[in-house]
């Protein structure tokens, strides 16, 4: 069974996600459709991004994700399929896919150039769907467009270092449900620039020296139970995609509030790491 994925930022309240998965079911009853997320902010394509890098590796080869967020087809913003990793990717070239190709390099990219032969009322949606099937089928995406050499890029894509590498300014990248801050900053990249030297890591107001391994780490299990207060403290961690992550230890936005609220966090806002 071929799966085709869903990333969109068409939420839950209107009819665009079932429309769209009509409109696969219609032309490939045999397909199996999976919402990865349909509640991307809208237009916000590096949480798109973000999103897809740490979910298509776990589906299998031969997957097709369509990615239909800021996809308005115009003179500046084509459409592609970007075939890398042995997987398909359907977009709207606009920045959200060069996040995987900076580490994978595409095998092929194509620009989608089938829109004549569909309704240009149908909105970008059905484009997608249209060429969803046909790869998850097992068609060839020769047959629906014209291969190209370069797609755009997105900003912030990785963190700045100053010429003596004492410092990094890392960028938000994406705030989850629990408001926790995820940075552009890979764990591997600290390490590489840190080179063994203390830190301080600079958020508004906050200063964080140090980085725990979990969660839980927190915790001073030696206090009791009763007495303890480590609900609401900020704290950075390397999440589980080893991005540089602000969190507040069990953040509740009803209660403690969220790194994001409480430091008013918003994404491409700065964090700047200082090494001594």
């Known amino acids: 069974m071929s799966i085709i994925t869903l990333i969109t930022d068409f939420g839950n309240k209107d009819h665009f996600v079932a429309k769209i998965k009509g409109d696969i079911y219609r032309s490939f009853d045999k397909a199996k459709i999976v919402d990865i997320s349909n509640n991307v902010s809208p237009f916000n394509i ?3 991004a973000y999103i897809l890098e740490n979910t298509y590796k776990s589906f299998p080869e031969n997957s097709v994700h369509i990615i239909d967020v800021d ?3 115009t003179i500046e913003k084509k459409h592609i399929v970007v075939c890398l990793d042995n997987h398909f990717f359907i977009s709207a070239d606009n920045g959200i ?4 190709c900076q580490n994978i390099n595409p095998e092929k990219i194509f620009e989608i150039t089938i829109h004549d032969e569909l309704n240009q009322i149908d909105s970008s949606s059905k484009i997608f769907s249209e060429v969803a099937c046909h790869l998850a089928k097992g068609g ?3 047959l629906i467009g014209k291969e190209i050499t370069e797609i755009k890029s997105v900003k912030n894509l990785k963190p700045f270092v100053n010429e003596d590498q004492s410092q990094i300014v890392s ?3 994406y705030i989850d449900n629990f408001g926790n801050v995820v940075t552009n900053l890979k ?3 600290f390490e590489e620039i840190r080179k063994g030297r203390s830190f301080e890591i600079s958020v508004r107001n906050y200063k964080f020296k ?3 391994n979990k969660y839980t780490d927190i915790v001073n299990y030696n206090v009791p139970l009763n007495q303890r207060n480590d609900e609401g403290k900020g704290m ?6 080893d991005f540089l992550q602000i969190s507040i230890y069990r953040s509740n936005p009803q209660n403690v509030g969220t790194a994001s609220s409480l430091m008013g966090l918003k994404i491409y806002d700065s964090v700047t790491i200082s090494f001594k």
């Open 187 to 189: 764990r591997n990249i």
């Open 140 to 142: 060839k995406p020769e």
């Open 97 to 100: 896919l060069s996040i995987l």
């Open 46 to 48: 590096m949480e798109a």
């Open 236 to 241: 950075v961690v390397f999440n589980s995609s």
């Open 210 to 212: 140090k980085i725990y």
């Open 71 to 73: 996809s308005e087809k």
């Open 171 to 173: 960028s938000v990248i």
